[in-house]
Nanobody
Framework: QRHLVASGGGPVQSGGSLTLSCEGS????????MGWLRQAPGKEHEAVAV???????SYADSVKGRFTISRDITKNFLYLRIDDLKPRDTAMYYC?????????????????WGLGTQVSVFS
């Protein structure tokens, strides 16, 4: 299982923007999807942005139009551009390269969450 490290988070004023980056050792398993999840205090992990092997993307309703997921296949990097940040976006953000879709929900095949990056949005 790949160990992933997310970076780029920090404190940001409401309405601001951030770009998160994710890197990991080795190449991702092409049988799975790649994406970003977040966990707010006291809540479960939530998949917010997913990118398919053909480049198609999917976003949670709460972030559509504000989040943009992208990848650099040559570097095995994954990115998340976040615009118009809102206080409700405050969470620890993790990247994953072992997502699968089942019954309307995205799940992870692995258990190692790697290193996340904290995004804190203040008014």
């Amino acid at each position: 299982q790949r160990h992933l490290v997310a970076s780029g988070g920090g404190p940001v004023q409401s309405g601001g923007s951030l770009t998160l980056s994710c890197e990991g050792s080795g190449a991702p398993n092409k049988n799975y999807l790649m994406g970003w999840l977040r966990q707010a205090p006291g809540k479960e992990h939530e998949a917010v942005a997913v990118i398919y092997t053909d480049g198609d993307t999917s976003y949670a309703d709460s972030v559509k139009g504000r989040f943009t997921i992208s990848r650099d296949i040559t570097k095995n990097f994954l990115y998340l551009r976040i615009d118009d940040l809102k206080p409700r976006d405050t969470a620890m953000y993790y990247c994953a390269t072992d997502l699968y879709y089942e019954g309307g929900t995205y799940y992870r095949a692995g258990r190692d969450w790697g290193l996340g990056t904290q995004v804190s949005v203040f008014s």
